[in-house]
């Protein structure tokens, strides 16, 4: 990238692609941006140019719900998703900074706790509104109690928020491992069956269609990773029928789960374990199906609203483990559009944009991201041709394990701008002598 420095600072970002899901326009062209902002050509010479010839430039990625470190968000998380090209980020937990930390950052969006945590009671949901609380959620958790779910789902309407669940049903799923199958018998493994996501799903939209039945208002049960082929064809054809409009649910899917199956445990390998647990080829293929297909009439939305990396730090992923000791997660932001682009294939690109972008923005009810002139310059520069293979200990910032170690995959973030910042270019992390002036 070529730089010149003055006051007011202009970046121009020449000869890409640029795939803008907002006004559906696909096209190559300039984008020029002035102190933080998108504006149209102002003629002259910017300050700085990246070269985007070749290359893909679209709206920065939204993370719908990650889980976010305990202590805040630090270095360690920011740089993660910014080399993902990620630039809003939710997260279950303590989806702030870090007070030791200043550097750039997404821009953080807080999923309130939905219930207090070893009761049957819900947590302070008006109290978390107020406080900025976008959504409320248990996280990584699944709710076992159908009477509570029923109580938050009324409560978060009143609040005009939606409620996260991870469809699981805690009793059928309870000691698992792995995907109940051939790997899980092989492995002498407790296996999570289909059917514990298939009656979580089912028990989340009767319970959700009744709300809205009495009081339409929107969707609002979110399902936030799906792993099951059946269950996620129960959504499907939950919204191919109702007639409710708009649908009362939405549901995502895991970027790795569109690549990884349950193979992905052989050997005992601790990365392979993750929740929900990677599943079959046929569940895979389905997920592939669904997640391609987009919007099929402007009157059925589509059964997969939007991707999520899965992205679940914690202390113990920094070092090996074995299987059954390992936790359940991965450090996934840098490796989810990768992983998502070798699964999709290059002719679902603009789907698959739409899935990073204007899909959970959506979910979140939040502002959609759009490449206009006088929005702000949140954007991702994607290589989506590149091949390179996964080595976690060479990442921009390195992880102990992942399920996609030693794999081929297609694509991946070349460049993160931030309010007009280049915060993230080739596998590292700039500062640049402009970083206060473009901040916009």
Request: proline content about 9%; hydrophobic content about 40%; charged content about 25%.
């Amino acid at each position: 990238m070529s730089d010149r420095t003055t006051n007011s600072f202009t970046l121009r970002i020449a000869g890409g692609r640029v795939i803008d899901p907002a006004s559906g326009s696909d096209e190559i062209r300039d984008l020029w941006v002035r102190d933080g902002v998108l504006i149209d050509p102002p003629g002259g010479e910017p300050n700085a140019t990246i070269d985007a010839v070749g290359l893909v430039v679209c709206p920065g990625f939204v993370e719908p719900h990650a889980v976010a470190p305990t202590a805040g968000v630090n270095e360690r998380f920011a740089r993660q998703a910014l080399a993902g090209g990620y630039t809003r980020v939710a997260a279950f937990g303590t989806a702030r900074q870090a007070r030791d930390f200043n550097g750039p950052c997404p821009k953080l969006l807080r999923i309130g706790p939905l219930t207090v945590p070893g009761t049957r009671r819900l947590a302070e949901l008006g109290d978390a509104a107020e406080a900025g609380a976008v959504a409320f959620g248990d996280g990584p958790e699944p709710h076992g109690d159908s009477e509570l779910l029923r109580r938050g789902l009324l409560y978060a309407k009143m609040l005009n928020r939606r409620v996260f669940d991870l469809p699981r049903d805690a009793e059928l799923s309870e000691g698992g491992v792995a995907a109940e199958g051939p790997v899980a018998a092989q492995l002498g493994l407790f296996g999570v069956s289909a059917a514990s996501e298939r009656v979580a799903v089912r028990r989340g939209i009767e319970l959700a269609h009744a709300i809205e039945l009495a009081d339409p208002s929107g969707r609002r049960l979110h399902f936030t990773a799906l792993s099951d082929g059946g269950a996620a064809m129960i959504v499907s054809d939950y919204l191919n029928e109702t007639l409710l409009d708009p649908a009362p649910i939405s549901a995502a899917v895991t970027a790795t789960h569109l690549l990884c199956t349950a193979a992905a445990l052989e050997g005992f390998d601790p990365a392979g374990r993750v929740d929900p647990p990677f599943r079959d080829d046929r569940d895979r293929e389905f997920l592939i199906h669904l997640a391609g297909e987009g919007r099929r009439t402007p009157e059925y939305p589509p059964a997969i609203a939007c991707l999520t990396a899965g992205h679940r730090p914690d202390p113990a992923l920094l070092d090996p483990v074995d299987l059954l000791a390992a936790p359940p997660g991965y450090e996934a932001f840098e490796i989810a559009f990768a992983a998502a682009n070798t699964a999709l294939g290059e002719e679902k690109l603009p789907r698959l944009i739409e899935l990073l972008t204007t899909g959970p923005a959506d979910v979140l009810d939040r502002q959609t991201p759009s490449l206009a002139p006088g929005e702000r310059a949140d954007l991702a520069v994607l290589d989506v041709a590149g091949e390179w293979t996964c080595d976690p200990a060479t990442l921009a910032v390195p992880v102990a394990r992942t399920p996609l170690a030693g794999r081929t995959l297609r694509g991946r973030v070349a460049h993160t701008v931030l309010g007009g910042r280049v915060v993230f270019e080739r596998g590292r992390f700039p500062d640049l002598p402009h970083a206060d002036a473009a901040a916009g």
